[in-house]
């Protein structure tokens, strides 16, 4: 019998990029699949609702905090091998650990990765992406727990991918492992691409507290051209602030409250919608709260680019 290591009442804002956010009921840091399992198990015995989270980037947790379970797949459950140009990680591993881990064997094609501040879990989950590639270029094949308590690997067709969606979360499926495809490369040229990235990332992007793009990209443009153009950079509401470096994230100045970031989210999309007859829609996902618009979450009629 696995021995549940659970804590009671922890803060959840410093486990999240955007420092926000109240307590878990009950937290727990899992090290093997058996954990995670018995975790799960436990929480449905006694009915007690639970959220997987990562390294807590694309997460707006509530001021409450909440009422049940977070399972935190992150430093403790992150695992990495390498094998035949095929990298091997358990959910929790960084973005970045798998790219240097890679590069280290001489592999590559995976650099894309490291402007992505997460697990490889949250990354397959959201088939997250940026500079042209995503998870869906590169991901072979992902283990995941199921609800009725079996563990499958799936290859990447059967994920449903598409602009940043999965159809994972709609199954309740939790990411255990990913397998990934990677290419020959030098050390030397991995390292001089992640300088290239980080340079790019530095200067295009906040170096704030920020929980990374706040809305998906709808078909007609950007969306931070969009809401540069509607005048909303820079917009403050309490102690959120739409970036004045990209206007499609949202920085914490320092002492914000979550019921803050979602009003201004809120904001963003009402003039956005009034401007241009669209609804933004987020990117980043809600623990304990619905993460902005109540008509934007049900409107299907904006396909994302």
Known sequence: MTT????????????????????????????????????LQWARSENVPFFVIGRGSNLLISDEGFAGLVIRLADKFGAVSLENGRLTAQAGCSTM?????????????VEFLSTIPGTLGGTVVMNAGAHQSSMADILESATSLMPDGSVITEGVADLGYRYRH??????????????????????EAVQQEILMLSKWRRERQP?????????????????????????????TLGRAQ?????ANFIVNL???????????ITRVQERIHARHGLWLHPEVRGVGLEVGHAEARHDPTQPSA
């Open 254 to 264: 320092g002492g914000a409250q979550a019921a803050e970031i979602n009003a201004l």
């Open 207 to 235: 170096q704030a507290l920020s929980a990374g793009s706040v809305f998906t990209n709808p078909s007609m443009a950007s969306a931070g051209k969009l809401i540069e153009d509607a005048g909303l950079k820079g917009e």
């Open 242 to 246: 739409v970036s004045t470096v990209h």
């Open 4 to 39: 549940l290591d659970l804590r009671e009442n922890v803060q959840l804002a410093p486990f999240t990029s955007w420092r926000v956010g109240g307590p878990a009921r009950y937290f727990a840091e899992p090290r093997s699949i058996d954990e995670v399992k018995a975790l």
């Open 97 to 109: 650990t798998a790219v240097k881990a890679a590069a280290q064997a001489g592999w590559g094609g």
């Open 166 to 187: 999965s159809n994972l979360r709609e199954r309740g499926a939790v990411v255990l492992e990913a397998v990934i495809r990677l290419e020959p490369r030098s050390p």
